[in-house]
């Protein structure tokens, strides 16, 4: 695998981080360095484990995992889509969906990285049978993560200041959009 290839699957690996980061700036509006720090950190790190988790288990349980891992995303984004919809309609006093809420961030981190799974079980196919063989992409998928959310957070309060819309509503549904394209991809539906 090529230092090109590597850096360009990092970076689609990341884009869901950014979306779902940008989304979670909007509905914040403002930084919150703890929310930034933590978001940024968890999407990377899993983002990181996840390659390395799929690689580990790729001799044992690969025909599970495989067979699940697009249902799994699917479903976590859904019930969190599902759930910004929601709250999107009820009063500014009333929301439940927090982003500043760390079982949030993790739930996230969680379901923006189950392709980083099946990556990890494609890293034992294509050759990779040792582990400092990958330990180099594990470390640029989690950096370029970690920054993507950085930047997405960032942007996603730029445009939540400036534009005054429901922006859960927006949110849940690129929510349930990014886990409808997971599922779609794993069935070969697109």
């Not at 989304?23 to 929310?35: A, D, E, F, H």
């Not at 927006?170 to 959009?177: A, D, F, K, P, T």
Request: proline content about 2%; charged content about 15%.
């Amino acid at each position: 695998m090529t230092d090109l290839s590597i850096w360009l699957l990092a970076v689609s690996l990341a884009m869901d981080c950014f979306t779902v980061s940008m989304t979670s700036g909007m509905i914040l509006r403002k930084v919150y360095w703890r929310t930034w720090i933590l978001m940024s950190f968890f999407f990377g790190l899993f983002q990181a484990i996840m390659p390395l988790i799929g690689w580990i288990f790729t001799s044992r349980f690969s025909h599970l995992i495989e067979s699940i891992d697009h249902w799994i995303a699917f479903g976590l984004l859904s019930i969190l889509g599902l759930r910004m919809i929601k709250e999107g309609f009820n009063d500014k006093d009333q929301h439940g969906f927090d982003p500043n809420s760390l079982k949030v961030i993790i739930t996230l981190a969680i379901a923006t990285s189950i392709d980083a799974l099946a990556v990890g079980i494609s890293f034992a196919f294509i050759g990779m049978d040792t582990f400092s063989s990958i330990l180099y992409p594990i470390f640029i998928i989690g950096v370029v993560s970690l920054v993507f959310s950085m930047i997405g957070q960032f942007l996603g309060i730029y445009f939540g200041k400036r534009f005054h819309i429901r922006t859960e509503i927006i949110g849940g549904i690129i929510l349930i959009g990014i886990g409808v394209k997971i599922l779609a991809d794993h069935l070969h539906l697109l």
